[in-house]
């Protein structure tokens, strides 16, 4: 299924609006919730029924969020440190079948890849608005948890504080 992203401007804290390849809208990211501690974001349907909670964690070494789905802890999305030759994510499900995500995270030009197969594939573009990217997720993988994830990486990797993460 493919998706768009679109940061909504002009809105207290980072809200998303996700749309589906009809331009029919699917899902929100509500970032009103934070505290001073750390960064909370609720992803919702279009009704605001919360699919999935993420939360910054605050004891780590890099930035990385832990996403949350019924209750308990579906994933933590946090950037390789070690690796010389090119940026990459890891999204740590709980269980098997790691997510990787790796590619231009500054220029949203990266794909999802679990068990060596690409899974989804992130990209601007065909976009020329700001804050505006596709995700295209392949048919049977978790739609919400990728597109979290890619608004989790849209966080790390642009911070919203004036600079960029390294």
Known sequence: MKYLIREKLLCLGDDFRIQDAFGKDRYQVDGRAFTLLREKL???????????????????????????????????VRKDLFNLFRCRFTVDVEGPDDYEAQGSFLDHEYTFRRQGRTVAEVSKKWFTLRDTYGVDVVDGEDDVLILASAVVIDQICHDRDGGKED
């Open 42 to 76: 609720s992803f919702e349907d279009m009704s605001g029924r919360e699919l999935a909670f993420i939360r910054e964690q605050v004891l780590s070494l890099r930035k990385s969020y832990e996403i949350h789905r019924d209750g308990r802890r579906a994933a933590v």
